[in-house]
């Protein structure tokens, strides 16, 4: 079972460009999360999606934007990148009894 | 606001039993999960309580006190692969998960 995939695992991205991060579920949940982490600090929130069709801003969204055209894709965008969103991202769905999360691999984004 | 607190770290022997603390405060309460997560890797979901009282799988208990917006996860028998960052994170009243830093946990042989 693939769960979540991330796509790509890593990426070294000069300031200003754009850089759109991929993250596709089989395994059918209807709530998807953009998530970063960075040293010392709790994971914080992005970007969220409840269902197709609809997001939300999460914790931290500046700089970033999100789509939900289906289930299973919910690619994270960075339309100008700057050095402080070097982090790393991780793409999360929410699901079975508890609605625990279930984390894609991450993907390492150095913005230089 | 809303405030996760976890010790930043702990260190263990091998074959011990540790307990490491979470203490919460949020607006609003609808459960509480633990999660660990390895060096390098994705957190993956140990546990979830949302009534008071322990919790217990296998090696791995956590213990949920709401008057006191406290939990502990307790690891029994530890292994060399127990060495991990585990992650407290409690749902709010909008039931939005708000992380603690995580506490990184050391064993030694």
């Known amino acids: 079972t693939a769960g979540i995939t991330q796509a790509p695992t890593s990426q070294i991205l000069a300031a200003g460009r754009s850089m759109t991060l991929r993250c596709t579920q089989d395994m059918r949940h209807n709530a998807m999360y953009w998530y970063r982490q960075d040293l010392g600090l709790g994971l914080r929130l992005i970007h969220y999606s409840n269902t197709a069709g609809t997001t939300g801003k999460g914790e931290v969204p500046d700089g970033y934007s999100v789509s939900r055209a289906n289930t299973d894709d919910f690619p994270l965008t960075l339309a100008s990148a700057v050095p402080s969103q070097t982090s790393v991202y991780f793409c999360?769905?929410?699901?079975?009894?508890?609605?625990?999360?279930?984390f894609g691999e991450g993907s390492r984004l150095t913005v230089l | 606001g809303q405030n996760i607190d976890q010790p930043t770290e702990m260190t263990a022997t091998e074959g011990a039993i540790v307990q490491i603390n979470c203490t919460y405060q949020t607006s609003g309460f609808n459960g509480l999960f633990w999660y660990q997560q390895h060096a390098g890797e994705a957190p993956t979901f140990l546990s979830y309580?949302?009534l008071d009282g322990l919790e217990e799988k296998g090696r791995f208990s956590s213990f949920l006190s709401r008057s006191k917006g406290y939990s502990y996860l307790l690891l029994k028998e530890l292994q060399m692969k127990d060495s991990a960052s585990y992650l407290c994170?409690?749902?709010?009243?909008?039931?939005?998960?708000?992380w603690g830093a995580g506490t990184k946990l050391i064993i030694k042989p």
């Open positions: 309580n949302v």
């Open positions: 994170a409690v749902k709010d009243s909008n039931y939005q998960l708000i």
């Open positions: 999360a769905s929410s699901g079975g009894v508890t609605g625990e999360l279930f």
